[in-house]
């Protein structure tokens, strides 16, 4: 165990739960991330053993920072799904396999340290919202572009949530009738636009019809194409690789353009894998199309960034999720 010093400080442990990683951190506002425990994601276990992976990776994040539950204020989970943070239910996680889940009950069962709950993309976006780029910020929109999209909203200062838990779920705005289906069941929403499964769709179809491209021979041989992948083809000019982020970047600048036209925000902060590997690409032309869709005076009144926090943002967003609902400063 390694010798810190820490044992009189605070801290929460925030998790975030990825479709295809598990984060975990020991972190404060003072001292920023202690410890960090990165896992990959088993997927197809279902809720029993997601439980026991949950208190398991925090049992071993305190392990690792030499601190007990006393020093532990919360337990703060970023969930890609459907959450009701009042209750602590998961309605439906797809990526992680869960339906109708009380994780606050279940995880209860192995800890006394309260357990909170938010959407992941909500989660970062508090972090954003109190340790990023949107500090001085009163109303702002988060989005998230990576295996879906999903978006995080701030209003006057704090986070808003709707009437059931789901506002910012702008992955299923409609934006192409009749356009490509996408896992919601509907046709053209946002994400089956403009996520990286919609770009790797686009880019399968391309290589199929025939076109040269640096990552037809990872088709081919069905290696997943990851963010990373995409961003290197497009630093090698990579021609259908250039046309369909392209097409994404413009989509995502005419959605955000209307979702602005109603809101009149005044940041709109990017992030998620896609923008992470790709923002030098891709913000430029979400600018344009933005500015090009927006009503002049909406537009000009909004800053549009990508957001450097990358992953962390969800774990500092613990941090602000613990205040906002047990009145905690860690
Ligand atoms: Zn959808």
Redesign the pocket.
């Known amino acids: 165990m390694k010798e810190k010093g820490i044992q009189m400080k605070d801290y929460v442990i925030s998790i975030d739960m990825g479709g295809t990683k598990i984060l975990a951190a020991l972190i404060n506002s003072k001292d920023g991330i202690h410890t960090r425990i990165k896992k990959a994601t088993k997927t197809k276990n279902g809720n029993t053993n997601f439980v026991k992976a949950l208190w398991g990776i925090t049992a071993e994040v305190m392990l690792e920072a030499g601190v007990s539950e006393k020093n532990v204020k919360a337990i703060c989970l970023g969930i890609p799904g459907s959450v009701n943070p009042q209750t602590g239910r998961i309605g439906i996680a797809p990526n992680l396999n869960i339906k109708n889940l009380n994780i606050k009950e279940q995880l209860q069962q192995f800890t006394s340290i309260p357990v909170l709950i938010e959407n992941d993309v909500n989660l970062a976006a508090l972090g954003i919202k109190h340790f990023g780029l949107g500090k001085d910020v009163e109303d702002m929109l988060v989005v998230f572009v990576g295996t879906?999209i999903g978006g995080g909203l701030i209003f006057r200062g704090n986070m808003h949530r709707g009437a059931s838990f789901t506002a910012g779920e702008i992955?299923?705005m409609?934006i192409q009738p009749n356009g490509p289906l996408?896992?919601?069941?509907?046709k053209g929403?946002?994400?089956?636009l403009a996520s990286r499964t919609a770009i790797v769709r686009d880019i399968t179809k391309e290589v199929k019809l025939g076109k040269r491209s640096l990552l037809a021979k990872l088709l081919k041989e069905k290696v997943p194409i990851k963010s990373k992948a995409i961003s290197n083809a497009l630093k090698k000019n990579d021609t259908v690789t250039v046309k369909v982020v392209t097409n994404a970047a413009v989509v995502i600048g005419k959605t955000l353009a209307n979702i602005n036209n109603l809101l009149n925000l005044q940041m709109i902060v990017l992030g998620g894998g896609v923008m992470e590997a790709a923002a030098d690409f891709m913000t430029p032309i979400i600018k344009k199309s933005f500015k090009e869709n927006s009503l002049k005076d909406a537009g000009k009144a909004v800053k549009i960034y990508a957001t450097k926090l990358g992953d962390e943002a969800a774990l500092y967003g613990g941090i602000a999720l613990a205040e906002e609902f047990l009145g905690i400063k860690v």
Request: glycine share 30%; proline share 0%.
């Open positions: 879906g992955g299923h409609i996408c896992g919601c069941g509907q929403c946002f994400e089956a």
